[in-house]
């Protein structure tokens, strides 16, 4: 029996739906732990990849799912995931009691708790588990994954989580790890965009912007994103990695979510409508840094290739 699981639990097939720019890698990375796969996606030349690398193909994800012990979706948005379960031919016309859904998508924490429900009165159970650390997180292995759910599931999952990611939070009930992943996501855009106002105006005062990050990089200003972000910036490098139009999803749901359970968000809202701006300009695609290229742009500078 391949990939086994700690305090007596195993799996001989993982079922994955959703083989993006993150699902992709991910499932190369249970391949390479050892765990026999059954893979479907909306197009079809992800899933002959992923058959070529030793995985097996299905044709809906009912057929993952009567196919698998557990089954994992890395899907696009609510709907997306919302469809895949609950349709006609989706994966819970297909589980069995005591199988483990595992959604490792970003979606609305509101619709996760109302999936997990439908799990539960199905005998499943369902842990919310969302990722950062983008395409290359995906690829490597190091993902950090906020998990909501029950703790017993997730020591159920805990090494099949492992080979996706290096961090791996137990935040709290259903829904808990989709709430921590808006708060993340909140915390990136907001980030991006006070690291681009502070680039400009370095190099509107006359001062060059990659000594002003150097110096930054040394204090309480230091953060994941000014490295990496900043440097994109100055490299002028917006090919993407977390695309705009995702960015803007996700502050969607967080400001959704803010509005269902009463919490306000004015800098949230500021930032989400110039990422509509950033979108209406025709960067949906680039890597959601290029944000700080559009706030050269308001300042006369010209970060961003044409």
């Known amino acids: 029996m391949l990939g086994n ?24 990375n249970l391949l390479k732990a050892g765990y026999r796969l059954v893979v479907h996606n909306r197009s079809r030349a992800a899933v002959d990849e992923l058959v070529a690398a030793g995985a097996a193909a299905a044709t809906s994800p009912r ?36 199988m483990l859904l595992i959604d490792m998508s970003t979606i609305s924490p509101v619709v996760t708790r109302r999936l997990a429900a439908e799990a539960r009165e199905r005998g499943c159970e369902m842990l919310d588990a969302p990722v950062s650390g983008g395409t290359v997180g995906a690829r490597d292995g190091t993902l950090s994954i906020m998990v909501g759910g029950s703790a017993a599931a997730l020591e159920r999952t805990r090494p099949i989580l492992a080979a996706l990611g290096k961090t791996i939070t137990h935040v709290g009930g259903p829904g808990a790890g989709q709430v921590a992943k808006a708060c993340n996501q909140v ?32 204090g309480f200003a230091q953060s994941r994103i000014l490295d990496v972000h900043g440097r994109r910036a100055l490299e002028r490098n917006f090919e993407p990695g977390f695309k705009v139009r995702l960015q803007l999803k996700d502050l969607a749901i967080a400001l959704a979510a803010a509005k269902e359970y009463g919490a306000r968000m004015p800098a949230t809202s500021i930032v989400a409508e110039i990422l509509k701006n950033v979108v209406a300009c025709g960067d949906a695609e680039a890597d959601h840094s290029v944000i700080m290229a559009h706030v050269a742009r308001w300042a006369g500078l010209q970060w961003k290739p044409e």
């Open 5 to 28: 699981l700690r305090k007596g639990y195993s799996v001989d097939t993982i079922g994955f739906i959703g083989l993006g720019l993150m699902g992709k890698p991910m499932t190369r």
């Open 187 to 218: 915390i990136v855009a907001l980030t991006i965009e006070a690291v681009g106002e502070a680039l400009v105006l370095a190099e509107k005062a006359g001062v060059d912007p990659a000594r002003v990050r150097e110096a930054l990089l040394g």
């Open 63 to 98: 057929e993952v799912a009567s196919r698998s012990e557990i089954v994992i979706t890395m899907l696009p948005d609510s709907p997306d995931v919302e469809a895949v379960l609950r349709g006609p031919d989706g994966v819970l016309a297909g589980v069995r009691p005591g």
